[in-house]
């Protein structure tokens, strides 16, 4: 599985640096990389994670999305832990915008098309628990933390957004077992398989503005960067690994606990007039080294798995 991923970030990494040259050609703007994220968050996610829940009705696939979730919830809660231990509150530091890079994964930009390369539709349809574990946690915990801000309008509006419609209708479709004609099911197959190109293309875009000489003068994106992309995987696989339940459940959990910094990040101190710089720089200082880290954490992930067979 290691050498998946590493193809798959390798391949994810090409495509991202087609977002840098397209930035740098003036090809795509940033106002339209704008509006292409959007189409990506809006359109083509819910597309592939409709799509996901389109395969014949199982219970061991039942079984292992509910066991998804649980370790969804407990690694988030895990992650939040570790972040607010890790990285102190220091005078002349954004701690808020240091903390959300290191507990929000981009998960549904990275942790889409690993998935889907690791084990097909089924990785996505185990992803959607994360996801959605994700979703109401960043528009609540995130959000908070990035604006100071309770307001409990936006945790309501998170369950309306096209990710969660495209979850509900995904999983009302698969208990009842109800399956799309051909023709338009391929149609929104082709959607959905715009996910991977597009979401790098938009991450190279948006990395291109970057100072990578300011950037590597920073410590503290180093620090973050660490806990993001090592230290938390880390302390993910080490909890999830012994843990008697599917493989598929678990390596979903650590790809997507794993993946670089949220590109969200970003778009909400630009929405709050945080420190939109320093974020956009720990995201694209994290994407691009997670192309070895997160081979890396499979890698250990496999290793340990064997040993404790072995053992047991």
Sequence with gaps: MAETILRQTIIMLMLIMVGVLCSKTKLISKETNKELSGF?????????????????????????????????IAALAVI????????RRKEGRDTEIERFS???????????????????????????????????????QGIVLISGERDMKKVVKVFYSPTMIAIALGMLSFFLRIRMPSVPAKAVDYVAELNTPLAMIVSG?????????????????YYVTFM???????????SVVPLPVDEKVKMTVIVAASAPPAAMCTLQCIRYGRNSLYASEIFAFGTILSVGSLPLIVRVAENLTNLIDRVC
Aim: net charge neutral; hydrophobic share 55%.
């Design 40 to 72: 990506v968050l809006q359109v083509v996610n819910p597309a592939m994670i409709f799509m996901s829940y389109q395969t014949d009705y199982r219970s061991e696939l039942v079984e292992n999305l509910l066991m998804t979730f649980i370790l969804s």
């Design 80 to 87: 939040a832990a570790a972040a607010y231990i890790f990285i």
């Design 102 to 140: 290191a507990i929000y994964s981009n998960c549904g930009f990275m942790g889409i098309p690993l998935m889907n390369a690791l084990f097909g539709m089924e990785g996505v349809f185990y992803l959607t628990a994360f996801i959605s574990v994700f979703n109401i946690s960043v528009w609540t």
């Design 205 to 221: 875009v948006t990395i291109a503005d970057t100072n990578v000489v300011k950037l590597l003068k920073k410590p503290s994106v």
């Design 228 to 238: 993001r992309l090592l230290l938390i995987p880390m302390i993910v696989t080490l």
